[in-house]
Structures are given as structure tokens and as C-alpha cells.
């Protein structure tokens, strides 16, 4: 019966006599919307913070949200974003503003900034030094316009269907892309916990995404306990961080598990920005201050950087240097053999590094691995990134010198029942068959050959 109406009513809206519910025909009302929209996005004096946020069920690199400052004028956008080592970097491009099914806003000339997250890239590089990802990083560069107001523009991505918020700058784009970036190297706790509230935080800086979990802390011998409430994406921002919706947005979702005054406290939280206070070393959540845990033992990425002596075997020594590779993710390690350098990795939750086993090289149908050992343990040895061994800071050592620490090398990830001892120089053959340790003497380590035994400790010198 509804649907007899409906139709009743749209054949009636066609009799001469009627007057039209708009008084201008579809395509100048668009046309119209696509001038009031541009007038808005060249009105800002400073442009817009571009809160970018990626499509997360089509990628498989990175996801949560990165910042964007971008400016526009007459036919042309500029943009400075965060993926840029220098924040003052910007690059212009042509954009265009067309229909389909509403206003678009489209990026649809190249612009290093713009299309970094967009751009797919196969087994060769792309122009963004990008490889492996068919889909892209899970970015957008063409967007329905939900809104064009002067305090904000909302944006829908065509394919991903992400919502993204431009906000008006109160700075100059490049000042805004400087703090951004220094909130994310000055931001490096990575756990945060509020006993008294029964909350805690787990900050994910790699995939941008904050977890806000249930807590219950220690109490005589039970140990704390942690359920999983609220996982959201942010986007680092001038002060802490944004998510990409409010906490009390994502309570119907927590599991039932969870006590109810919890889910009571999070619907009061109806805020995405989260404040960061580096001398506090604290995240505040709607009045909820939530205190970073500094794991024992814990060094900052820069303080691992310089020369050492390492100890192994009991008593053989090598001068061994570690140098920045990646920024607070990974060192590189010299000094064994001319022949190659290892990847140390570093790990920002508990400050602590991680040599793991990696291939070092290759000669004919042989692959040479640097494997882990698990030597007291039977000798058993893996072909395999994915063990080896963590470090752990001699505090005394630390307490007595800070610039000439030790750290000690123990187990990490490891086969069950075999920890990761030692390290061994191998060669793998293409066949599977026919492996050994390698022949080539010009790769071994000075005194004990291809064997790395009992890997104990570097000194800083």
C-alpha cells in the first residue's frame, strides 16, 4: 500500500498545475554546491589539517590514520604531509571538482603527498619507494563532499568509503607538519595504566591504533588481569593523538564480559582527541589521566647507537659498531665481517633490542644465513627470521656509567624447549640438501670460524 502511494504521489508531482519541490533543475543545484564547496576550501587562510585516515579492509601494510596539511587556491592544491622528512616539504598539483551522485573532490594529478597511501605497487618499486602492495596502503584520492562548512569538511573516500574531516589550519601548513612529527618522536611510551580506574591503554605507533582495555591491577598473589574493550585508528596530531571516532561511539560493541560502571564511564567519553603530556608521560582521556609504563630496563632508541665490545664463547671479543637504520625500528651491526652487516631490530614497547636470524649473503645455489643457535640445548638451528635473541640492560652497569652500559644477551623468540644461545654461520643450499656451515673462510668470524657460541654481552665504549 506505501509503495502505491509513493508512486501515486511522484506520477501527480508531473501535472502542469504543480509547483516543483526545487525551483532550479538538478544540475545547477549541483553546480551550485560544487561553487559553494570550492569557495570554502580556498576560504581557509591558513588551509586545512587533513586527518587521513586508510581503508583498513583493503590493505595489508598499514592502516589507522596519517596527518595532511593541505592548501588550495583557484585550480591547484599544495600539500605537506608526515610521510615528508622535512616538514616544510610541500608539493603542488592540479584538482578537480566534478559529480557523481553528489560533489567530488578528486586529487587526480600526481602529488607525491596526496597519493602516497593510494598509489598500488607490485614487485618493482613505485615512484614512493613502495613494493608488494596491489591495493595500496589503503588511501583515497577521490571523495564525495558530505559537507562544506568553514569549520569543517567532511569527505568520504570513493573507494575505501573512509570518512575524512578537514579541519582550518591556525598556523602555517609546514609549523603544523613540524609538531605533528615532533609528537611522534617525542611520543615513545607505548603502555599506559590507570589501576584506580580500572583502565588501561596499549598504543600500537606502527599500525596507529589505540587499544583501551578493561584493568584489573595486582593484589596480594593474583595477578592483574586485562580485558579488551575499545580498539580505535588514530592520527597523531600537534598535542597526543586523534581517533577516528569518539570512545562512547564504540561502548555497544565492548564484550559482555566487561563490568557495566566500565562501559558507564566510556559513554561519558564522547571525544576523539586524546591529550599528551611528554613531562607527565601521560595520556588524558576526557578528564581520565592514564600514566605510561616505563618497562625496566628500557633505553631509547639513540642510546643504543656507537661502538662495542662483544663478548662471546666465555672469553673471544669482537669491536662491533650499531648505527641508525630505521628510526626507532632498527639499527644496522658491523664489525663481524667485512663481508656483510646484520639488522638489529629495536623494539619501543620495552626498549630492548632484537638480533634475530637473517640471510647474510649468497654464492652460487647457496644461501648464508646468519642462524639462530640453540647450542646448550642440542644445536639445533633454523633457517629462520622469526628466532633469536633479546637484550637485556646490566642496570648496575647503566646506574654506574650511563654513556658505558652493558647489555646482556638471553633468549628470544625461540623454538619450544630450545632457546636461542648462539648464532651460526650456514649455508643453504637451493636443493635443501647438501647444507653446512660455510665454507668460505672469508666470511667467518676471526677466531671460532662460522660459530657465533654463546652470544653474552656488548659493552659500550
Not at 140 to 146: A, K, S, T
Not at 277 to 291: C, M, Q, W, Y
Not at 294 to 311: C, M, N, Q, R, S
Not at 418 to 431: A, N, V
Request: hydrophobic content about 35%.
Amino acid at each position: 500500500m506505501l509503495l502505491a502511494v509513493t508512486v501515486s504521489m511522484a506520477a501527480a508531482s508531473c501535472v502542469g498545475d504543480e509547483k516543483p519541490i526545487f525551483d532550479k533543475n538538478a544540475s545547477i543545484r549541483m553546480q551550485e554546491a560544487l561553487k559553494s564547496a570550492q569557495e570554502v576550501l580556498t576560504g581557509a587562510t591558513y588551509g586545512w589539517r587533513m586527518d587521513d585516515f586508510m581503508d583498513e579492509d583493503n590493505v595489508s601494510a598499514q592502516s589507522g590514520g596519517y596527518a595532511i596539511a593541505v592548501k588550495f587556491d583557484k585550480d591547484k592544491v599544495t600539500a605537506w604531509g608526515e610521510m615528508c622528512e622535512d616538514p616544510a616539504k610541500s608539493y603542488t598539483s592540479f584538482y578537480k571538482m566534478s559529480t557523481d551522485d553528489g560533489p567530488v573532490l578528486s586529487f587526480d594529478d600526481n602529488n607525491y603527498v596526496l597519493h602516497y597511501y593510494s598509489t598500488p605497487s607490485g614487485t618493482s618499486l613505485n615512484g614512493y619507494g613502495q613494493t608488494g602492495h596491489y591495493k595500496a596502503l589503503g588511501g583515497d584520492f577521490e571523495f564525495l563532499i558530505l559537507e562544506a562548512k568553514p569549520e569543517c569538511v567532511r569527505l568520504k573516500g570513493k573507494r575505501g568509503g573512509e570518512i575524512i574531516n578537514l579541519y582550518p589550519l591556525d598556523k602555517e601548513p609546514a609549523e603544523f607538519v613540524a609538531n605533528v612529527k615532533a609528537t611522534i618522536n617525542g611520543m615513545l611510551i607505548t603502555r599506559f595504566e590507570n589501576p584506580s580506574q580500572n583502565i588501561s591503554a596499549d598504543l600500537d605507533r606502527d599500525n596507529r591504533h589505540l587499544y583501551i582495555n578493561y584493568f584489573v591491577p595486582a593484589s596480594g598473589d593474583v595477578a592483574a588481569t586485562e580485558t579488551d574493550a575499545i580498539n580505535l585508528p588514530f592520527v597523531f596530531t600537534e598535542n597526543g593523538i586523534r581517533l577516528s571516532r569518539s570512545v562512547a561511539s564504540m561502548v555497544d560493541s565492548i564484550a559482555t564480559d566487561v563490568p557495566a560502571s566500565f562501559k558507564e564511564m566510556l559513554s561519558q567519553m564522547d571525544v576523539q582527541d586524546i591529550a599528551w603530556s611528554s613531562s607527565e608521560r601521560t595520556l588524558s582521556l576526557a578528564g581520565v589521566s592514564i600514566a605510561g609504563i616505563v618497562p625496566d630496563g628500557w633505553l631509547a632508541y639513540d642510546e643504543y647507537i656507537g661502538e662495542y665490545t662483544l663478548l662471546y664463547n666465555e672469553s673471544n671479543t669482537l669491536n662491533v659498531k650499531l648505527e641508525a637504520k630505521e628510526h626507532l625500528k632498527s639499527y644496522t651491526l658491523s664489525g663481524m665481517n667485512p663481508n656483510y652487516t646484520l639488522v638489529v631490530q629495536y623494539d619501543l614497547g620495552s626498549g630492548s633490542l632484537l638480533l634475530m636470524g637473517q640471510t647474510i649473503g649468497s654464492s652460487g645455489e647457496y644461501t648464508y644465513w646468519f642462524s639462530p643457535w640453540a647450542l646448550k640445548a642440542g644445536g639445533s638451528l633454523w633457517y629462520s627470521t622469526n628466532y633469536g635473541m633479546k637484550s637485556e640492560l646490566d642496570q648496575a652497569s647503566y646506574d654506574a656509567d650511563a654513556a658505558h652500559f652493558k647489555i646482556n644477551w638471553v633468549p628470544g623468540p625461540s623454538a619450544a624447549g630450545k632457546p636461542c644461545d648462539s648464532f651460526i654461520l650456514y649455508q643453504r643450499h637451493s636443493s635443501g640438501s647438501g647444507n653446512s656451515g660455510i665454507v668460505d673462510t672469508s666470511w667467518h668470524f676471526p677466531e671460532t670460524n662460522f660459530r657465533l657460541a654463546y652470544l653474552s654481552s656488548f659493552t659500550k665504549k
